[in-house]
């Protein structure tokens, strides 16, 4: 589909689409401004997107693509501190492992597949990380837990029982 053709679209519109669109005569273009309360996710996500290509578009080492979003993120500093940049080299946390009584180093419970900054249906489809691995992985790390599925299985459901009955009893809560 066109970017002029008729349907509905919900797009905030940018330079070349504004180019696009002024082909169109006013009555059939249908155009609202962008609502103050919107602005900032919509024109943050456009923001994203448009980073992501430029970032994406040559294969620069990844501290000079850190450069590249430090310059962007001190151009948007509001002034009231500094902005949050990236740190160089640029690199990623992935945990703290905590001390045992002893002062001995304790290992970091298996993380899941998908990136705990991002969320994913899960379909156990081939290929697919497992709905099961991904939940255990989850449930050994979680803090709290809010889980939405369209069926479950009873083993499910009392593997689930078991970990939070583990996990309350830890932590000195009530199961």
Excluded: K, Y
């Excluded at 940018?14 to 669109?21: D, I, K």
């Excluded at 000079?64 to 990623?92: I, K, M, T, W, Y």
């Excluded at 992935?94 to 045992?100: D, F, K």
Aim: glycine share 10%; net charge negative; aromatic share 2%.
């Amino acid at each position: 589909m066109s970017s002029t053709d008729p349907g509905p679209r919900d797009h905030l519109v940018t330079g070349p689409l504004a180019s696009e669109l002024s082909g169109l005569s006013d009555d059939v273009r249908l155009e609202q401004p962008l609502d103050a309360a919107e602005a900032p996710e919509r024109l943050a996500r456009h923001a994203m997107e448009e980073l992501r290509r430029g970032l994406g578009a040559d294969d620069e080492p990844s501290d000079r693509q850190a450069r590249r979003v430090n310059d962007v993120l001190r151009q948007l500093a509001s002034g009231d501190g500094a902005p949050a940049e990236v740190a160089l080299p640029a690199r990623v946390l992935h945990g703290i492992r905590g001390r045992s009584p002893l002062g001995d180093v304790v290992d970091l419970p298996p993380a899941p597949a998908t990136p705990f900054g991002q969320s994913n249906l899960l379909v156990n489809a081939e290929g697919q990380p497992n709905v099961g691995s991904e939940l255990r992985a989850e449930l050994a790390s979680a803090d709290a837990v809010d889980l939405i599925c369209a069926f479950v299985i009873w083993s499910g459901v009392r593997h689930c029982a078991r970990r939070w009955r583990r996990w309350s009893s830890a932590v000195g809560g009530c199961a």
